[in-house]
Structures are given as structure tokens and as C-alpha cells.
């Protein structure tokens, strides 16, 4: 029978877009006469080394539904990471390539995966920090979040709000931040606190088990990242 999930869908709309739109409604009918192993075979037909005997192996192995799962999940991440480097060279104007390296360079230290710490560099990047305010921030955003067990989004945009000279909730979470006057929050003095405080915690957080297993997760995730690069059509 047809199968309809998203990746099937798409693949068959990839195969049939340079057709008239009146083509890509048939999309069910095409999809019940596609096999799954033809669609594998598809996406090895990217590789010269690679083929639908292999295709046809690697399901036997794994299993239809299992490997058709891994390429799908693949993609996604891909596309998630690719989406995330695009919000950042929107919100900066430019590509950032010393941002992308800080993103990388954490997500190794740190149980924080770097499409993360990405989506909050383009966040900053929209409400006008500058390239060398976003690196700055984001360590301590790490800390911050690793050693109150508040999420990356909540420090990230409650350390933004003090460069405008309020405290706001961080006030409230860590209460040596209202010792510091408008001008001291407007010049970054929070990021001092903060990092006296709490500095180191996101690496500290990983000689845990469960911070160990974070990231194995994220390790695990740029592989898929990847595969998904390879496998994506252009």
C-alpha cells in the first residue's frame, strides 16, 4: 500500500518536479508503486561506490522501516542544522564563520549541541549585538544555564535584557546582578558576575553521567548531520 509520511512524499515530489503541477497530485498513485528499497536506492545513486545491490543489502540488515527511519531522522537534522547557520547569516547580514567555530568548538566542551548555541547566536544577532557581544555572551548563557537548570533560551535573553540596564528575572535568580548600576549592566558588567560566580559550570556538567550521555547525543547528532548533507538533494 501507499505510504505517506513526509519523507516519502518528498521524495516523490523531488522526482516528479519538473513535471506540470498537475502531475504532483498523483503523488498516492505514484507513491503505491514505489518499493522502499528503490527509494534507498535512490538516495545511493549519489554515491558512485554505492548502488541498489547495497541498498537492497543494507535493508535486509537493518531492516526496511529502521533504515528508511535513519535516512529520514538524517535529513532532518541536516536541514535543522542548515536552517539554524541560515537565521544566524540572516540576523548578522553576513556569514559568521568565527560564530559557527565558537558553536563547534562548545558543543565539544559542553553538553550543548552546537545548532543550540547556533539559534541563540541568530537570536542576538536579530536585536542588534555585534558579532564579538554574541561571543562573549553565549559561555556565559552556557554557565548560566548549566548551573541554575534554566534552559540556554531563558539565560541567553535574560543576560540580553541587562545590557538595557535592567536585571529583570536574572535580578531575581542571582541577586549580586542588582548590585550593579545601569551603566555597569549596560557595559556587560552582568557577564562578570555571572561568569565569577558560575564560570566553568557547562564544562562541569559533563563529568556526569547524564552530561556524558548529552553528549555522546550530540556526537551522535553531527554524524547524522553529515549523512543527512550526503543524502540531501540539492
Given at each position: 500500500g501507499?505510504?505517506?509520511?513526509?519523507?516519502?512524499?518528498?521524495?516523490?515530489?523531488?522526482?516528479?518536479?519538473?513535471r506540470?503541477?498537475?502531475?504532483?497530485?498523483?503523488?498516492?498513485?505514484?507513491?503505491?508503486?514505489?518499493?522502499?528499497?528503490?527509494?534507498?536506492?535512490?538516495?545511493?545513486?549519489?554515491?558512485?561506490?554505492?548502488?541498489?545491490?547495497l541498498?537492497?543489502?543494507?535493508?535486509?540488515?537493518?531492516?526496511?522501516?529502521?533504515?528508511?527511519?535513519?535516512?529520514?531522522?538524517?535529513?532532518?537534522?541536516?536541514?535543522?542544522?542548515?536552517?539554524?547557520?541560515?537565521?544566524?547569516?540572516?540576523?548578522?547580514?553576513?556569514?559568521?564563520?568565527?560564530?559557527?567555530?565558537?558553536?563547534?568548538?562548545?558543543?565539544?566542551?559542553t553538553?550543548?549541541?552546537?545548532?543550540?548555541?547556533?539559534?541563540?547566536?541568530?537570536?542576538?544577532?536579530?536585536?542588534?549585538?555585534?558579532?564579538?557581544?554574541?561571543?562573549?555572551?553565549?559561555?556565559?548563557?552556557?554557565?548560566?544555564?548549566?548551573?541554575?537548570?534554566?534552559?540556554?533560551?531563558?539565560?541567553?535573553?535574560?543576560?540580553?535584557?541587562?545590557?538595557?540596564?535592567?536585571?529583570?528575572?536574572?535580578?531575581?535568580?542571582?541577586?549580586?546582578?542588582?548590585?550593579?548600576?545601569?551603566?555597569?549592566?549596560k557595559?556587560?558588567?552582568?557577564?562578570?558576575?555571572?561568569?565569577d560566580l558560575?564560570?566553568?559550570?557547562a564544562?562541569?556538567?559533563?563529568?556526569?553521567?547524564?552530561?556524558?550521555?548529552?553528549?555522546?547525543?550530540?556526537?551522535?547528532?553531527?554524524?547524522?548531520?553529515?549523512?543527512?548533507?550526503?543524502?540531501?538533494?540539492?
Open positions: 501507499a505510504n505517506n509520511s513526509p519523507f516519502f512524499m518528498y521524495i516523490c515530489k523531488l522526482m516528479i518536479k519538473s506540470s503541477s498537475e502531475d504532483v497530485l498523483t503523488v498516492e498513485r505514484i507513491l503505491s508503486k514505489i518499493s522502499e528499497v528503490d527509494i534507498f536506492a535512490y538516495y545511493c545513486s549519489s554515491f558512485k561506490q554505492l548502488g541498489k545491490s541498498g537492497a543489502a543494507a535493508v535486509a540488515y537493518f531492516g526496511t522501516q529502521g533504515l528508511i527511519s535513519a535516512i529520514n531522522g538524517s535529513i532532518v537534522a541536516y536541514q535543522q542544522q542548515e536552517m539554524a547557520e541560515r537565521k544566524l547569516q540572516t540576523a548578522l547580514g553576513r556569514t559568521s564563520q568565527a560564530l559557527l567555530n565558537q558553536a563547534s568548538a562548545l558543543q565539544k566542551v553538553t550543548f549541541g552546537d545548532e543550540a548555541i547556533i539559534a541563540q547566536q541568530a537570536f542576538l544577532g536579530s536585536i542588534g549585538f555585534t558579532e564579538e557581544k554574541i561571543k562573549n555572551l553565549i559561555p556565559v548563557a552556557l554557565d548560566l544555564a548549566s548551573a541554575t537548570g534554566q534552559t540556554l533560551e531563558f539565560a541567553v535573553r535574560n543576560l540580553a535584557k541587562t545590557y538595557s540596564g535592567l536585571t529583570g528575572e536574572l535580578g531575581e535568580l542571582i541577586p549580586q546582578t542588582k548590585e550593579l548600576t545601569a551603566e555597569e549592566l557595559a556587560g558588567g552582568a557577564l562578570q558576575v555571572i561568569s558560575m564560570g566553568g559550570s564544562v562541569e556538567n559533563t563529568k556526569t553521567m547524564t552530561g556524558s550521555l548529552e553528549q555522546m547525543k550530540n556526537a551522535v547528532g553531527d554524524t547524522a548531520e553529515s549523512m543527512g548533507e550526503l543524502l540531501s538533494p540539492v
